[in-house]
């Protein structure tokens, strides 16, 4: 032992490396622990077999890809003999061949090897391109592997400060490869085995990698203290309504524990970044929609324990929603400056592009409340609205569970838009609001999932609507008493609508109200489909009642009667309009062309029709009705033949058609005060038609000989009854063209008609006859009887 002992001396201090003298310091601080000396050389002997092992597996992987080097170096030899053989013999064959017949069989042999070379000597080059880019990538595989396998040992080895450094080395190389598969993906996209077995192997050290940097860094959020008590005596105070104080970790952070969240946090932005770029890169002419678009990671890692600890509190106060969205929006308020003053430089640093650290933090707290009314909260308001069905006092109770049901949909309604506001704040936009990226900040995204409690929040709405408005339709006075101030574009007078118009177009506005926050417009198009729609249907219905029942008693003879469906015609008239001027909003025109809509266009468009209709069809009644009671008064009128042969001793003016022109009067008269500007005006040209057919057939047409004092009283009455349709227009014998034409042939002298020229088309265009058949004019040139 001794002689051992001199003929191997221990090194001087001076002479030991410096990495091993740590590393006895380290482990012999005093002399107690010379009894760990066999712990010590265990724990050498194991770490120098894994070296070892390594080290082999290394060699190993190093004789695989020389073998392969050698191998295309050999392929490629072989290759490049070939085209040297081939040079050889084309050179060969140009020396020897004499004579025009052997340089042309030498042209001919050079044309048809030259494209088999060229393809040949493109081959070995791409061969050469193959085998450099395999073993590179292979090379920077490798090392991936190697990082991610020795940060696990490191780990079993409760070695945690070098984690965060094997983190960066492995991302590091992970950028090399994505740079490297991007440029293959756009120069060889054909060489798609090597590109699935190189993401085949990444995948494999990113599900290993991915997993234990978040580890990592939920590790460092618990030293910092996260997430923050919510149950301290100043926080507890919100169910007195006071203001509570929550501490920010994140504004405590100091020194080194600073540096390593910081790192941390770069971590795992950078992992998610070669995460998108794969994803990118994978996806690339395929339609991926927001396939990419992913929240950030290291804001769920905030969100997550958080919301987790609020979840206590939610249980509490399951009977008082308000106090659960005041908790959630106190979360977020208090927390979304550290996103922007603290996180946010660190995500612009990593290079996430379209990341803002304030909305994904939004979005993951609104998220996770969304989570807990889907599962919590909607649930008992289904129950308490299938117990009110079934309830022995089932109209109180379902009333309270409606009331219970609309006012959870008040809450989330002004939430959503708190926390609108929180974002515009600041100065950024708001996306579109529809797709997933106006969900995510939306509690209302709850419907977005569940369909079917959007139709029972729209039945309800439409309930509640229907409830209220029976009794406003009910009072006559709401019917007679007019809107002011409803003005036509194109005219001074107004739509003369009655006052329940008003109260069926603020509740239809209130509905339309309710769906505008709703985060989709499939969905605001279907709430409105399901609780608008049939408040216009039911009001239509009850006008409809309305004017039958007028109808049904007096036949629209009595004054009454026509006011009222005047007063329905103008109510039909206004939401017509306002309908149609909806439609126009930008609101409605991004719903246009849904499946919910049918046909497609306006969401309103099959109720404005119904309107029409209803307006058409009534508006034709009343000129019908005035019709039948002027035909009925001008019959003695029509049937006085000789009246058109005699000559008047007065005026050229027939008493009797002035009665029938008289009720005419007063009956449109009265119809000017109570129907709108627009359907009046309908009403009058459609009853100056009817008189137009109804006088014309009966003194042109009907066989009655008309002499030229005939002519003259007919021209007197005709300007008697033009006279009154002037206060509406200003030329009135424009909407008499048959009386008119007729008037202009009984007119014409006997010397002006030629035999036979009253059936010649230019003859009657010369004399302006534009709406009479041959017929017609043949009829009434028979029946003028001329003086002697």
Request: glycine content about 6%; hydrophobic content about 40%.
């Amino acid at each position: 032992m001794e002689a051992a002992a001199q003929s191997h001396p221990l090194p001087l201090l001076q002479d030991i490396d410096p990495g091993v003298r740590r590393f006895l310091d380290g482990r012999f601080r005093s002399a107690a622990d010379l009894a760990t000396v066999s712990d010590v050389e265990a724990e050498i002997r194991g770490h120098c077999a894994e070296l070892e092992a390594s080290i082999s597996n290394l060699y190993v992987r190093f004789q695989e890809a020389a073998a392969a080097y050698s191998s295309c170096r050999e392929v490629a030899g072989s290759a490049l003999r070939g085209v040297r053989g081939g040079l050889g013999a084309l050179k060969a064959s140009e020396s020897t061949g004499v004579g025009e017949e052997v340089e042309a069989r030498t042209e001919q042999m050079q044309f048809e090897q030259l494209p088999a070379l060229a393809s040949e000597v493109a081959r070995v080059e791409m061969v050469r391109e193959y085998a450099e880019m395999a073993l590179k990538l292979d090379s920077l595989v490798g090392n991936i592997e190697d990082a991610v396998s020795s940060s696990v040992t490191g780990k079993l080895k409760s070695r945690v400060d070098n984690s965060e450094k094997t983190h960066h080395v492995a991302i590091g190389y992970l950028k090399n490869i994505g740079d490297l598969l991007a440029s293959v993906t756009t120069t060889r996209p054909q060489w798609t085995r090597l590109l699935s077995s190189v993401d085949h192997r990444v995948d494999r050290s990113l599900a290993i990698l991915r997993p234990q940097a978040i580890v990592d860094h939920r590790s460092l959020l618990s030293s910092l203290g996260w997430p923050p008590s919510l149950a301290g005596s100043k926080f507890s105070s919100i169910d007195s309504g006071k203001q509570a104080e929550i501490v920010n970790p994140l504004f405590s952070m100091r020194g080194d524990l600073k540096s390593k969240y910081s790192e941390s946090f770069l971590a795992l932005c950078n992992l998610q970044e070669l995460q998108k770029r794969r994803k990118a890169r994978q996806l690339k002419g395929h339609d991926v929609g927001n396939q990419l678009c992913q929240p950030l990671w290291v804001i769920e890692e905030l969100v997550n324990p958080i919301s987790t600890a609020a979840q206590h509190f939610f249980s509490k106060w399951a009977e008082k929603p308000e106090f659960v969205f005041a908790l959630a929006y106190k979360i977020i308020r208090d927390f979304v400056d550290s996103m922007d003053e603290i996180l946010q430089p660190l995500v612009d640093k990593a290079n996430l592009i379209g990341y803002s650290c304030r909305e994904e933090w939004i979005s993951g707290m609104v998220i996770a409340l969304s989570t807990y009314l889907t599962k919590e909260i909607f649930p008992k308001q289904i129950e308490l609205l299938q117990e009110s069905s079934s309830s022995s006092d089932a109209g109180s109770t379902a009333y309270q569970a409606r009331v219970s049901w609309l006012s959870l949909v008040d809450l989330m309604i002004s939430f959503d838009k708190r926390i609108q506001d929180l974002i515009l704040s600041t100065g950024l936009l708001l996306t579109a609001k529809d797709g997933d990226s106006w969900q995510r900040i939306s509690v209302l995204c709850v419907f977005c999932d569940r369909p079917d409690w959007l139709q029972l929040w729209a039945e309800i709405e439409r309930e509640e609507s229907l409830n209220k408005l029976p009794p406003a339709m009910d009072l006559e006075k709401n019917w007679s008493t007019r809107i002011q101030g409803t003005m036509l574009e194109y005219d001074s007078d107004d739509y003369k609508s009655p006052v329940i118009t008003s109260a069926v177009h603020q509740t239809l506005s209130l509905l339309i109200d309710r769906a505008r926050p709703i985060p989709s417009i499939t969905l605001r198009a279907e709430f409105i489909r399901m609780s608008a729609a049939p408040i216009i249907s039911e009001f239509l219905g009850y006008m409809l009642r309305r004017c039958q029942e007028a109808e049904g008693l007096t036949a629209l003879a009595d004054d009454n009667a026509v006011l009222k469906v005047s007063q329905s015609i103008n109510a039909a008239r206004y939401f017509e309009s306002t309908l149609t001027e909806w439609c126009e909003d930008v609101f409605f025109l991004e719903m246009e062309n849904l499946p919910v809509n049918g046909e497609g266009g306006c969401i309103f468009q099959q109720e404005i029709n119904h309107l029409k209709e209803f307006r058409v069809e009534w508006a034709d009644k009343i000129s019908t009705v005035i019709l039948r009671g002027f035909d009925a008064r001008s019959r003695d009128y029509l049937k006085t033949k000789r009246q058109w042969l005699e000559k008047s001793e007065g005026p050229a003016v027939s008493r009797t058609f002035i009665e029938s022109l008289d009720y005419m009067q007063g009956q449109l008269s009265k119809l000017q005060g109570g129907l709108n500007t627009v359907d009046f005006v309908t009403v009058w040209r459609s009853v100056a038609s009817g008189v137009d057919q109804l006088l014309f057939a009966g003194i042109c047409t009907s066989g009655i000989k008309i002499s030229s004092n005939g002519v003259e009283r007919l021209q007197g009455d005709l300007s008697v009854l033009f006279a009154i349709f002037s206060s509406w227009c200003l030329r009135p014998e424009g909407f008499f063209p048959r009386l008119s034409e007729g008037l202009r042939l009984l007119k014409i002298d006997e010397q002006q008609l030629r035999d036979g020229a009253f059936t010649d088309k230019n003859w009657l265009r010369e004399y302006g006859i534009r709406h009479l058949t041959a017929a017609d004019t043949e009829k009434i040139i028979k029946n003028r009887v001329y003086d002697a």
